[in-house]
């Protein structure tokens, strides 16, 4: 429970950042999702042995993060915390994989090892992407950006509910927690019987609460409908943060630029 | 402005288990009164709150809200007309921020625009709240929270307000401030509330809920004063009306 604590309190914070007033910050969210798709997108479409390619991607989170002011060794810390995982699913390539591809003097590094720091690399390109897109613009920001993008309402709306009830419900599972826990006399772990009957709890409590949620929204005429009170305006400033970005990402897919950096350095120096 | 007024006829109500909450209760409440409903816990306050904005339908009796008897028909309007502030203010809060869901029954009720913003500002400008417009509501402390929450309801222009235990569970300076807040609202208000000194100091008229029966309806004060009657229905007199516990003890010490 304390991790999940700490997760979301994580959460609050990244959206503590979302409230900062630079230029990237007042951009429309939908610039800065479509921006984030089109990254992803390019970084996963490489094949699977490259690594290289991959560094100059690092150009997006290095800019954005100075442009919009976010703490980058608070960022690399949420990163990291995602590499464990990352790494469960990428240690078996090494062994699936012997193939030899790389002859470094006596030292051989076999394909597997080479898709293998692909992966992570590609990982932390992407989440990290993704958590300067929260840090940016809000997770609220970025659910109505996907409804004015076409999502059906009903799931943004879903989205949002969860975001802001998930914070209240946690603290109740905190608090139920702790409540065993105290009167647990030292012993560790979960019973299968305690469990159960601290998750049903929290699930009815879940349930009374979205019961009594309804009703507020009823006082206050809800008809089913959720009206927005000043949709943001997509407008040269968007569309050229989204041109620009674009062209930058697909430049970097085509060109293999530590090549050509290479290259041209070999070229100059004969 | 006969659409302030309250008029609950032999109102019943018995839940799906059995449980009979209401067994009967009857008045009528006119404009500009302000009434605590007052009872133990389980005594069938909040069945009746629930009722007013027809959340919950009468087993059997009949409710009207000013000129409309309360139907499926008639429900919209009602639900305008009262503004029902509830005792969790985390079940009342539930957009990403305080500005939009205050702005929530005003864009519900068909406002746009620039009227939107004007009802949106007065309401937290009255229960001072103005600083908070762009905070999400999970960075409020408690009594932020409540005023927020009044703060949603007002924001509906409502004409009847009802408030399910206003002061609970928020410090005493906070406590001050909500009374403050409610005392300016001038349409007619009802209450539910444990807190008997606040009832003493906002509402002249106080009903006594006793097990789904109305025990007593009259001047507070005169209510207050029935000691036997309290101590029946699990109640107890408010703590101004006692003595000063400090004069009391120096009074016995001199005494000795």
């Known amino acids: ?270 | 402005m006969s659409h302030h007024i309250v008029d609950i006829i032999d109102l019943c109500h018995t839940y799906a288990d059995g449980t009979e909450a209401l067994r009967g209760v009857s008045f009528r409440i006119t404009h500009g009164e302000s009434v605590a409903v007052i009872g133990a816990n389980g005594a069938g306050k909040s069945t009746l709150l629930l009722h007013l904005n027809g959340y919950l339908t009468a087993t059997s009796g009949a409710i009207r809200i000013g000129d409309f008897p309360l139907t499926k028909g008639t429900l919209p309007e009602i639900r305008r007309t009262v503004g029902m502030v509830f005792h969790d203010p985390d079940d009342q809060l539930f957009m990403p921020t305080v500005f939009e869901d205050v702005a929530f029954g005003p864009l519900n009720l068909g406002l746009m625009g620039a009227d939107v913003d004007q009802r949106v500002e007065d309401a937290l400008e009255r229960v001072g709240a103005a600083h908070l417009r762009t905070r999400p509501p999970y960075r409020l402390s408690g009594g932020e929270k409540k005023r927020v929450a009044i703060a949603t309801v007002l924001a509906m222009a409502p004409d009847i307000l009802v408030m399910d235990e206003p002061t609970s569970g928020i410090d005493p300076y906070g406590r001050r401030q909500l009374i403050k807040i409610i005392k300016e609202f001038t349409h007619t208000k009802i209450f539910t509330s444990h807190d008997l000194d606040m009832v003493l100091e906002l509402c002249p008229r106080t009903i006594i809920l006793h097990r789904g029966l109305i025990a007593a309806d009259g001047p507070t004060e005169e209510v207050f004063l029935n000691t036997a009657l309290l101590a029946q229905c699990h109640l107890e007199q408010p703590l101004s009306m006692h003595g000063c516990l400090l004069c009391h003890r120096k009074g016995k010490e001199a005494a000795a």
């Open chain 1, 1 to 270: 429970m304390r991790y999940i604590d700490g997760a979301v309190r994580d959460f609050k914070d990244l959206d503590l950042l979302a409230t900062g007033e630079t230029t990237i910050h007042r951009l429309d969210a939908r610039a800065k999702v479509v921006v984030t798709l089109v990254f992803i997108l390019s970084v996963l479409s490489f094949g699977k042995y490259e690594v290289a390619a991959l560094f100059p991607f690092f150009i997006y989170p290095a800019v954005m993060m100075a442009l919009g002011n976010l703490p980058a060794g608070y960022i690399a810390k949420k990163i990291v915390f995602v590499i464990p995982f990352v790494l469960a699913v990428a240690i078996f390539n090494p062994l699936v994989d012997g193939q030899l591809m790389i002859q470094l003097g006596p030292f051989g590094i076999t394909g597997g090892w080479v898709s293998c720091a692909s992966i992570i690399i590609r990982s932390i390109l992407t989440v990290g992407a993704a958590i300067i897109l929260v840090s940016l613009t809000g997770f609220t920001g970025i659910c109505r950006a996907l409804e004015q993008l076409g999502m059906p309402q009903a799931f943004a709306v879903q989205l949002l509910f969860l975001y802001r009830y998930i914070f209240v419900l946690t603290e109740e599972g905190g608090r139920a927690s702790r409540a065993r826990e105290l009167r647990s006399c030292g012993k560790k772990g979960l019973s299968l019987a305690s469990y159960t009957s601290l998750v049903s709890h929290l699930l009815l409590r879940t349930w009374e609460r979205a019961e009594r949620i309804h009703i507020a929204m009823l006082a206050r005429g809800f008809t089913g409908e959720f009206h927005t009170i000043h949709p943001k305006r997509f407008g040269g400033k968007e569309i050229s943060f989204v041109i620009a970005w674009s062209a930058i990402f697909i430049f970097i897919r085509l060109q293999d630029i530590p090549q050509l950096i290479g290259t041209t350095v070999m070229r100059m120096i004969s």
